[in-house]
């Protein structure tokens, strides 16, 4: 029995079309699901964002007022650039971080599952569990950051006030996101493993140094993966939420509003629905453009081997 | 005989900077356990030091712990806290007192008064295997529709699957609230299970890509044997894919354990709190005293990572396929 055999394609073709009520039936979880909680709401959504919508009271059409109340609230500009600083800064130094865990580790030095394990756990623990540890770790006086900086010799009134500092909030905040960077370490090492040893022997034959060897053999074959983690970093980093709300509750001065605490607000503090909707549609027009940008900058530099 | 000394070095190089590191990422969880296990005025006096400890005063030969309650006088007043003048309180000079290391439980206890801790595990629980069990048996059976029945469409749901993970939650939230409203569901349990009923698109991809391994002609025979499509799944594809579908219990399990987003739009009393909400407000109203506030975040962390040790291989293995994707 061949492929091309015509008489099996037309018998497959047949058997094919009989068979879709059963594999229709199978994913109806997901059809129904996909209608009822993606379709329906992001459709409803766009609508509420041309509507004014305090709770209370039906959606009533309004136009674009909200996206055009949007570029004069300057509150939305501010979370926009809180956002944009905080994913600026903890997707690639958290990406180096893990990378650089990633190479130590494929040094084949001895203790290697210890030390993946260890580097990784802080991405097990639960956000909310971290949120309030950082919060006693990230503490002026008794914190753990400032107490060993004070032990190093750093002058008690030079040493940072994190959560409670205009200007270091968001570096806190940060500094505690690079605690998380197991997780990319372990994709990293993952396709480090994957990197075939001739390339190395053929880079050192041609007289290739360690440097050489990493920016042309072992960083275009990783990639693919590099991409990734950057996608889905920066994703994850512009729907920052918990760790302000928590933490900070969006202070001090506003200095970690970000956007998704904005957000939250609008909708369930303030129950402006409408307005709350459009700031979701903003987030998600900007995704889609960002992932876009990276993938198109990609071409240039990520390599697939297949 | 030069490259392998140099090779030699850098190992040793490479081996003290990850135990610098280990050292680093190790803090914050040894510092959690010791503040939860140190009387409260340790903390604030020495909240560096790893080793819990507290204050002993010699008497008739031994040491008794006590507990300062502030000055009189110059003298510091201290209470004993064991001993048979245990309770009764004594003038001293402050230096007389010393620090030993001791374990003291207090935290918890106080913070399992405090924080309804049973309670808020037992919702959680609810949540999670519901969830867990939700998501199990209508992602197998989307994949199984999408990977081992052939039929005309089933690419393009696939892709409209996949194209789906892209939209933020933000985007859906609003409406999902106002339905869930709609339907008096506010303050249940039901946001956070029922949609796992209705299939997940990442773990479908993941075990769509697990069931299309799986040999045809087992699935062939089985079908020549007179077996229906649901048979085959139960019989053969779900025990052979086991591995696969504990990966999606185990993540599932955890990220309902975690979630924070979704019990706090959707649960508004104290009754029907998880943990992480729990400890949020837990949080709120215990701002200042540390030791109840880390013992009790590791009550809840303790699970997840006692669960990530048991699980290490599959979770790794999971976590790994999660960048295959990419």
Redesign the interface.
């Known amino acids: 029995m061949t492929d091309d055999d015509p008489v099996t394609v037309n018998v ?1 073709r047949n ?3 009989r ?2 009520p ?6 109806l ?6 209608l ?3 379709a ?3 459709g ?2 766009l609508y ?1 964002s041309l509507c004014s919508y305090p709770i209370f009271s039906p959606p009533r059409l309004i136009g674009w007022a909200n996206y055009q109340e949007l570029l004069r609230d300057p509150r939305f500009w501010l979370s926009l650039w809180n956002t944009f600083y905080y994913a600026m800064a903890a997707v690639p130094l958290g990406m180096v971080a893990g990378l650089l ?1 990633a190479l ?2 494929n ?5 290697l599952a ?9 991405t ?6 971290s ?7 990230l503490n002026p006086q ?3 950051i400032n ?2 900086l004070r ?1 190093l010799g750093l002058p008690a009134a030079w040493t940072p006030g994190w959560l409670t500092s205009e200007t270091w909030s968001k570096p806190a905040l940060i500094l505690m996101s690079l ?1 998380g960077c ?2 990319g370490m ?2 990293y090492l ?2 480090l493993q994957d990197v075939p040893q001739e390339l190395y022997e053929a880079a050192a034959l041609d007289g290739a140094r360690a440097w050489h060897r990493l920016w042309y053999v072992t960083l275009p074959m990783i990639s ?2 590099l ?3 950057g ?1 889905m970093g920066l ?1 994850g980093a ?2 920052v ?2 760790q302000a ?2 933490m900070t509750g969006g202070g001090p001065a506003e200095s970690t509003l970000f956007y ?1 605490l904005k ?2 607000d609008t ?2 503090t303030e129950f402006r ?1 409408g307005y ?2 459009a ?3 903003v ?2 027009v900007f ?2 453009l960002a ?1 876009l940008a990276v993938m198109k900058l990609s071409n240039r530099f990520v390599y697939y081997h297949t | 005989m030069q490259r392998d000394k140099r090779r030699f070095l850098h190992v040793i190089v490479a081996q003290a900077v990850l135990m610098a590191l280990s050292l680093v990422f190790a803090l914050p969880f040894i510092w959690m356990l010791s503040t939860s296990l140190k009387v409260p005025d340790h903390i604030q006096s020495d909240s560096v030091d790893p080793i819990p400890k507290a204050w002993f005063l010699p008497r008739h030969g031994r040491l008794v712990r006590v507990r300062p309650l502030g000055i009189k006088q110059g003298r510091l007043v201290v209470q004993w806290r064991g001993g048979a003048e245990k309770g009764k309180t004594v003038p001293i000079a402050p230096r007389r007192l010393l620090s030993r290391p001791y374990l003291d439980w207090r935290n918890y206890v106080e913070g399992f008064q405090e924080f309804p801790f049973l309670r808020y595990l037992g919702n959680t629980l609810v949540i999670c295997a519901l969830s867990v069990l939700g998501t199990v048996l209508s992602c197998s059976l989307v994949a199984y529709g999408l990977a081992c029945v052939p039929w005309k469409g089933r690419e393009t749901l696939f892709w409209v699957m996949l194209s789906t993970m892209m939209i933020p939650g933000q985007v859906t939230m609003i409406p999902l609230f106002i339905l869930f409203r709609h339907l008096g569901w506010i303050n249940t349990i039901l946001p956070l299970v029922v949609p796992a009923f209705f299939g997940n698109a990442f773990f479908i991809f993941l075990l769509r890509q697990f069931y299309r391994g799986i040999p045809v002609s087992l699935l062939e025979a089985a079908r020549v044997d007179g077996a229906g499509d649901l048979r085959i799944w139960a019989r053969i594809v779900a025990p052979l894919s086991k591995p696969a579908l504990l990966m999606v219990a185990l993540f599932t399990f955890i990220n309902s354990w975690n979630d924070f987003l979704n019990p706090l739009i959707y649960l508004l009393n104290d009754r029907k709190y998880t943990l992480s909400i729990g400890l949020t407000m837990f949080q709120g109203q215990y701002n200042t005293e540390w030791g109840p506030l880390m013992a009790m975040s590791l009550v809840m962390a303790l699970p997840i990572i006692v669960l990530f040790f048991l699980t290490q291989k599959t979770f790794i293995q999971g976590v790994k396929l999660s960048g295959v994707k990419g």
Request: hydrophobic share 65%.
């Open positions: 497959a058997a094919r079309l068979r879709w059963v594999g229709l039936a199978f994913s979880p997901l059809v129904i699901g996909l009822m909680f993606t329906y709401p992001v409803m959504s509420y865990l130590l580790l040094l084949k030095v001895k203790g210890f030390y993946r394990t260890l580097f990784f756990l802080p097990v623990v639960p956000l909310v569990a949120c309030v540890l950082w919060n006693q770790i008794q914190g753990l107490e060993g032990f605690w197991g997780g372990v994709l993952a396709a693919p993966v991409l990734f983690t996608i994703i512009v729907q939420f918990a709300f928590i998704s957000l939250f909708a369930f629905l709350a909707s700031m979701a549609w987030m998600f995704i889609l992932t």
